[in-house]
């Protein structure tokens, strides 16, 4: 859908609404793509992206609706009855000169959907209370992947506000995951997009066992050995796959002072400090 355009009859207001986003597109696109440019790189990343797609959107925009939104910002854009304006190759040509040819393509990249961000990336930029409003009222399944897609601490976190019935679930259904179909992804990001933004892969691989241990790991002592033996009793191979993945207190013994050493040298410090006051 282009912006602007003319629409209705007779002597009515043909004059359409536009967004703050598409109001500053358009002033862009008035002044020139050195100015442009040099506005856009004074802008975070989120405004760089949404005035982008809006670039993206230009056909042509009547005469009227330019000398409206420009009257807003106090400028005036000289131009004939309509602005006609090529979006796509001005968007590409204010980006390289805002971010550099290499990181302008990436960004346009992510525009126009050829290239998709991560969904762990998303998850991680949504408020904690919002993330748990909306894990709350999913699938089980879908709780389960997503639980993939976060930090393991931030995992165990989200785990451990379910009931116990729950979390023994998750952690098996999370131990079985192992590739995890593009249109399964796509669908469980169309609800994240509507949540804060969209981005992600068309198919993305899942260490199921390896995630659970991780999670494990950070969930407490007196929970942890509850889930793991609900586990075994119901399915003792994924049990054992998954002990053998965790590492605890008691590994330490088999380790000699050298190893010990380097596993102190490894682990970040805020995770060992954690550690030692749930050990």
């Known amino acids: 859908m282009a912006i602007g355009g003319r629409g209705g009859r007779g002597n009515k207001d043909t004059t359409r609404r536009y967004n703050n986003t598409e109001k500053a597109a358009l002033v862009l696109l008035s ?3 050195e100015v442009a440019a040099e506005i856009l790189r004074n802008l975070d990343e989120n405004e760089v992206k949404r005035i982008s797609r809006a670039f993206m959107l230009v056909s042509e925009v009547p005469r009227e609706d330019q000398f409206k939104i420009t009257r807003e910002f106090h400028s005036m854009i000289k131009a004939g ?11 590409k040509t204010v980006i390289s000169d805002a971010f550099g040819d290499e990181a302008g393509e990436g960004l346009l990249e992510y525009i126009t959907g050829s290239r998709k ?6 998850i991680a930029d949504i408020p904690e209370k919002i993330l ?19 930090n393991a601490d931030q995992a165990a976190q989200v785990l451990q506000t379910m009931n116990e019935e729950a979390q023994t679930d998750l952690l098996i259904r999370i131990a079985n995951l192992n590739m995890v179909k593009g249109d399964v992804v796509d ?26 241990a991780d999670i494990l790991n950070f969930v407490d002592r ?3 050995e509850r889930i793991i033996t609900e586990i075994e009793e119901m399915y003792p191979d994924m049990a054992e796959q998954i002990r053998n993945l965790m590492f605890t ?4 013994k088999s380790i000699d002072d050298k190893g010990i ?11 060992l400090v954690l550690a030692i006051k749930t050990a």
């Open 31 to 33: 002044m020139g793509k």
């Open 187 to 212: 669908e469980v990001r169309e609800v994240l997009r509507s949540t804060l933004r969209s981005g992600g892969i068309n198919e993305e691989e899942v260490s199921g066992p390896k995630s659970a």
């Open 81 to 91: 009855e309509t602005l006609l304006v090529d979006g796509r190759e001005f968007a």
């Open 117 to 122: 961000e991560p969904i762990s990336q998303i």
């Open 249 to 252: 207190f008691e590994d330490c």
């Open 132 to 150: 748990n409003s909306f894990i709350a009222a999913e699938h089980p399944q879908t709780i389960s992947f997503l639980l993939t897609k976060m």
């Open 222 to 224: 007196n929970n942890e």
């Open 261 to 271: 050493q380097q596993v102190l040298k490894e682990v970040p410090r805020d995770q």
